[in-house]
């Protein structure tokens, strides 16, 4: 596995195995998010789940859940 920088941590660390997800961000999170914030963000999202009693059947909790991936990840909601 290569290593790539972190736009999260700022450190150059190995890349996650592949795109986490088949869409645009998907690819952002593959190219410039490293293995261990991703790791991170899996613990972080569950306790986002419960939290909120998403249900991710319903797209709005699934919308949810991205704008939160996304600010986790990269310090800003999407525009």
């Given at each position: 596995?290569?290593?790539?920088?972190?736009?999260?941590?700022?450190?150059?660390?190995?890349?996650?195995?592949?795109?986490?997800?088949?869409?645009?961000?998907?690819?952002?999170?593959?190219?410039?998010?490293?293995?261990t914030?991703?790791?991170?963000?899996?613990?972080?999202?569950?306790?986002?789940?419960?939290?909120?009693?998403?249900?991710?059947?319903?797209?709005?909790?699934?919308?949810?859940?991205?704008?939160?991936?996304?600010?986790?990840?990269?310090?800003?909601p999407?525009?």
């Amino acid at each position: 596995m290569s290593d790539v920088p972190c736009v999260r941590c700022g450190q150059t660390r190995q890349r996650i195995a592949a795109p986490p997800f088949r869409n645009v961000l998907g690819d952002r999170i593959y190219d410039s998010i490293c293995q261990t914030c991703w790791e991170e963000w899996l613990q972080h999202q569950t306790a986002v789940i419960n939290h909120y009693a998403l249900d991710l059947r319903d797209p709005r909790a699934r919308d949810f859940l991205t704008t939160q991936t996304e600010t986790f990840l990269f310090g800003e909601p999407p525009a």
